[in-house]
């Protein structure tokens, strides 16, 4: 099993710019999360899924979209990029929030 | 706010001290979980406590949790330099599903 895969592992975007960054995996979890993390603020939750076609907010989720389509896949789009959203992206997958979550690489998004 | 607060912020010890970290929470939980991170790297499942279990003990890893204090303790034992990482607590609160909040982590440094 390859688990957790992020795409890309690192993206340099300019003010204004769009773009997807992907998580997929491996495992048949149902449930899906993405998280950005910034020095000295944890992990904070920007959205999460309970099943493909079922998708929630979760602490900062403003500037970012996300769809399940699948259950392996849960892309997080970026509509417009900010200077803010510099941060490294993981993504984490597992059956339940209740169980232990398996994490991807991160991807390392700088915004100019 | 973050629902998991980790204590101390950074912790330096020598190889074969024992190293105490402990993670404050706010409301009612239903599971309480221990991450470690190594630098660049994505978040590794450490140990799951229950809301009715008081404490696990998984090789030299010990964790209690106490429901009153709303608090957690990781104990890592005979510490080696690989040890060094970040530690997370992260809470998944009884009345938010799918919401697993994580604190802000302890950095801790083995010296060999």
């Known amino acids: 099993n390859a688990g957790v895969t992020q795409t890309p592992k690192f993206q340099v975007l300019k003010t204004g710019q769009s773009m997807t960054l992907q998580c997929a995996q491996d495992?048949?979890?149902?449930?899906m999360s993405w998280y950005r993390q910034d020095p000295g603020m944890g992990l904070r939750l920007i959205h999460y899924?309970?099943?493909?076609?079922?998708?929630d907010q979760g602490e900062v989720p403003n500037g970012y979209n996300v769809s399940r389509s699948t259950t392996e896949d849960f892309p997080l789009r970026l509509l417009s990029a900010a200077p803010s959203q510099t941060s490294v992206y993981f993504c984490?997958?597992?059956?339940?929030?209740?169980?232990?979550?398996?994490f991807g690489p991160g991807t390392r998004l700088t915004v100019t | 706010s973050q629902q998991g607060e980790e204590d101390p912020q950074a912790l330096s010890i020598q190889e074969g001290e024992n190293a105490t970290m402990n993670c404050s929470y706010k409301?009612?939980?239903?599971?309480l979980q221990w991450y470690r991170q190594n630098s660049g790297r994505g978040l590794v499942h450490l140990i799951l406590?229950?809301?009715?279990?008081r404490e696990k003990h998984s090789g030299r890893l010990r964790v209690t949790l106490d429901t009153s204090k709303k608090s957690s303790s990781l104990l890592i034992t005979a510490s080696r330099a690989a040890d060094t990482a970040s530690y997370f607590c992260?809470?998944?609160?009884?009345?938010?599903?799918?919401?697993?909040?994580f604190g802000q982590g302890t950095i801790l440094t083995v010296h060999p």
């Open positions: 984490a997958s597992s059956y339940t929030p209740a169980y232990e979550q398996y």
């Open positions: 495992m048949n979890h149902e449930y």
């Open positions: 899924s309970v099943g493909a076609g079922i998708t």
């Open positions: 409301t009612s939980i239903n599971n």
């Open positions: 406590i229950r809301s009715n279990e």
């Open positions: 992260a809470t998944d609160r009884g009345t938010s599903y799918g919401k697993l909040t």
